[in-house]
């Protein structure tokens, strides 16, 4: 019998499944929670790991802590966070397995996860367009990839709507915010950031996306860089809030 483009194909998946079925049988995905061979359908953390996630359920609350810390200092429409951020939490190991150790997955894993939180609103619907917060040029090269933009897609994708990296720009590497006051960090990010094209920006309602979000400098500047454009308005979301 003479083998077909289709059966070629059906072939050529079955010995992709099968090798797939190998490698995991040899070399398990592991949970980054408990540390057990993750199961089929199962990303990152299992089931049971998942569920330990603390989320806030701040989504479909208006006066939420993510909002209250940049009330008043950035116009915004909405801000939320996935989860809650502790020292040794689930999520910071996580967030160091995203950031230190090339673990790309956990950054499209809690993108989800963040993006699935948002469909539960109805603000998400007006959203035109993700930014995430840009890394300096050397971070990025020395990393790879900037980490708020891996959860920026994942968010993007979910909804069906744009993700860029290229509208917003870190035109100056500051110093690292550990152990500064609020005023320090907000005087630290002054003019770090730049808009590159504010007829792309122009009437659009922006999903500005980090990791962690602590006393808000960061996002603060971001904010306030793109409100030099200003017909946008902006939402904010973040995956953790460190409390």
Not at 26 to 55: D, T
Not at 75 to 103: C, E, I, V, W
Not at 166 to 193: C, G, H, S
Request: aromatic share 6%.
């Amino acid at each position: 019998m003479v083998a077909t483009g289709k059966h070629l194909r059906l072939f050529a998946s079955g010995l992709l499944e099968m090798r797939h079925g190998m490698a995991h049988l040899f070399y398990p995905r592991l949970c980054e929670g408990c540390n057990k061979p993750l199961l089929a359908g199962e990303k990152v953390l299992c089931i049971s790991c998942g569920l330990e996630l603390p989320e806030t359920g701040y989504s479909n609350i208006d006066n939420n802590e993510t909002a209250l810390r940049f009330s008043g200092r950035v116009p915004f429409l909405h801000a939320t966070s996935l989860a809650y951020f502790t020292n040794d939490g689930l999520l910071q190991h996580l967030m160091h397995g995203l950031k230190y150790k090339g673990r790309k997955e956990i950054g499209e894993y809690l993108g989800g996860r963040l993006a699935e939180s948002l469909q539960q609103t109805p603000w998400a619907a007006s959203l035109d367009m993700v930014i995430p917060v840009p890394l300096y040029k050397s971070k990025k090269n020395k990393r790879g990839y900037n980490q708020s933009m891996l959860i920026a897609e994942a968010v993007a994708r979910a909804l069906h709507i744009p993700a860029t990296d290229d509208l917003l720009l870190r035109i100056r590497d500051t110093e690292t915010q550990t152990k500064k006051t609020r005023v320090e960090r907000v005087n630290n990010m002054a003019d770090a950031f730049v808009i590159k094209d504010r007829r792309k920006l122009a009437g659009k309602h922006i999903l500005l996306v980090d990791d962690v979000l602590t006393t808000g400098a960061t996002l603060e500047a971001c904010a306030l860089a793109l409100m030099k454009e200003e017909s946008i308005k902006i939402s904010i979301a973040t995956i953790g809030v460190a409390i």
